[in-house]
């Protein structure tokens, strides 16, 4: 059975508009719940969220569908994707749940799985659960005496700030060190403050007064200007910027300039290549990571490993050949010896720590390497068209295959379609800039020509 619910990171939608209602909430909860059942313990799924009005919503209805099948539920709170993989584990939970659709504005929700091993869970596991959705719910319900209980973790952001500051090399100090970190009116609004403050920061929050409806406006990695403006104005060493949910970082240096996903991996690898910390001889990443990572990569005798675009098929990959590092230019780093998913504030403190560690300045620092000219535009798809439909049209193809010709083996093209947003994502990187700006443009208008945008 192929996959219809569920999109690249969990499942995501407008909240209260199909799929994203509290009704498919429940039967998920429910089908999950019984994909999940195994063996005769009373079984355990914890519930974190971010910010938005919805998850009031969202979280009691898969409460109702996991205790309706005889799950307990623990409740965390608003708290970071990476701190529900980690609590999924260490409570022995049976599975993990967070509600939030990361990046996207507060209209928009969703929910991501992590299965007792604190992974995101396969293909294969989310059709199945998708398939106990279609057909087979009236057969996972338990009898009254059978249903689960629900109860609050207080202390969930604790054990969180705790676990994080574990994974800063013991010793290490950010004394001296000012600090601006932006949460995004987002899950870790608490705790990435505390953590930096405890490990001897002067901080500078923004972006830590939730409503419920501001979450990632105006402020966080896809709006890092706000941050970007406060390292000047307060003269600080370093700015982070974290998504709704967390597990995505931008850094800027003390000038201002960004630092995306790409540096930060080139930077982390090559801090734990001359540790000897660095697994499998490279790192692996997304195709839409820079031809200038890969490059600096070689240079430090590393390989770089490409998958297709989404956190958990860069950690399939990590978890099949033997890497403990990788992420996306996004900001998604994975370090799987410090944990099972992204997190942005475990990527900054690596950052942070190599920082400290060299006594540069993060301007030199942090620029690993020069990348190639690269260009992504975005086309939003309307009316309901199958963004892969129009890109199977003749004209769409003849136009990629005239941006190939024109790099003549000195660039690349890269076009898909979201899985999370009604978009189809076109990409060209090359050592001519102006080739690659059209190229991006040539096939954009070919795809707004042929969907009648």
């Avoid at 990572?293 to 099949?320: I, K, N, S």
């Avoid at 009316?383 to 010709?405: H, K, M, Y």
């Amino acid at each position: 059975m192929t996959r219809t619910l569920f999109g690249t990171d969990g499942v995501r939608g407008t909240a209260n508009t199909p799929p994203m209602t509290a009704d498919m909430a429940l039967r998920l909860g429910m089908a999950a719940g019984a994909q999940f059942k195994r063996g005769d313990h009373r079984h355990t799924v914890v519930i974190g969220k971010d910010t938005r009005l919805s998850g009031y919503m969202l979280e009691p209805a898969l409460t109702a569908g996991f205790t309706a099948v005889g799950m307990d539920v623990v409740l965390l709170g608003p708290l970071p994707t990476p701190a529900v993989a980690m609590l999924t584990r260490s409570m022995r939970a049976d599975l993990g749940v967070m509600i939030s659709a990361s990046h996207n504005p507060f209209e928009d929700n969703g929910i991501k799985i992590f299965g007792p091993d604190g992974f995101k869970l396969s293909d294969q596991t989310e059709a199945d659960i998708e398939a106990l959705m279609t057909n087979g719910l009236d057969e996972t319900r338990v009898p009254a005496a059978d249903l689960g209980r629900a109860r609050r973790l207080d202390d969930a952001p604790g054990r969180y700030i705790e676990a994080v500051k574990a994974t800063f090399p013991r010793g290490l100090r950010l004394d001296g060190l000012r600090i601006v970190v932006d949460c995004a009116h987002g899950a870790a609004y608490r705790v990435a403050p505390t953590v930096l403050w405890e490990l001897g920061a002067e901080v500078i929050p923004i972006g830590v007064d939730p409503d419920g409806f501001n979450i990632n406006r105006e402020v966080g990695s896809q709006h890092a200007d706000a941050m970007r403006r406060t390292v000047l104005e307060r003269r600080a060493d370093l700015g982070i910027a974290l998504d709704g949910d967390a597990d995505r970082v931008v850094l800027a240096n003390e000038t201002g300039a960004l630092v995306d996903g790409d540096q930060v991996l080139g930077v982390v690898a090559r801090a734990w290549r001359d540790q000897g910390r660095l697994a499998g001889g490279g790192v692996v990443a997304t195709v839409m990571s820079n031809l200038g990572l890969e490059h600096f990569l070689h240079g430090l005798g590393l390989t770089l490993e490409r998958t297709p675009v989404g956190d958990r098929y860069v950690v399939e990959r990590m978890r099949a050949d033997g890497f403990n590092l990788g992420g996306e230019q996004s900001g998604h780093i994975v370090m799987s010896d410090l944990g099972t998913t992204g997190d942005g504030l475990g990527a900054a403190l690596q950052v942070l720590a190599a920082l400290v560690q060299s006594g540069r300045p993060a301007s030199e620092l942090l620029h690993a390497f020069d990348p190639l000219p690269q260009r992504l535009r975005n086309v939003r798809v309307q009316g309901g068209q199958d963004p892969a439909n129009i890109l199977a049209l003749a004209e769409v193809q003849d136009a990629i295959a005239a941006g190939e010709a024109r790099f003549n083996g000195d660039g690349r093209v890269l076009i898909r379609k979201s899985g999370t947003e009604p978009l189809i994502r076109v990409m060209a990187e090359g050592t001519d800039e102006s080739a690659v700006s059209g190229v991006v443009d040539d096939i954009v208008e070919a795809i707004k020509a042929a969907a009648g945008v």
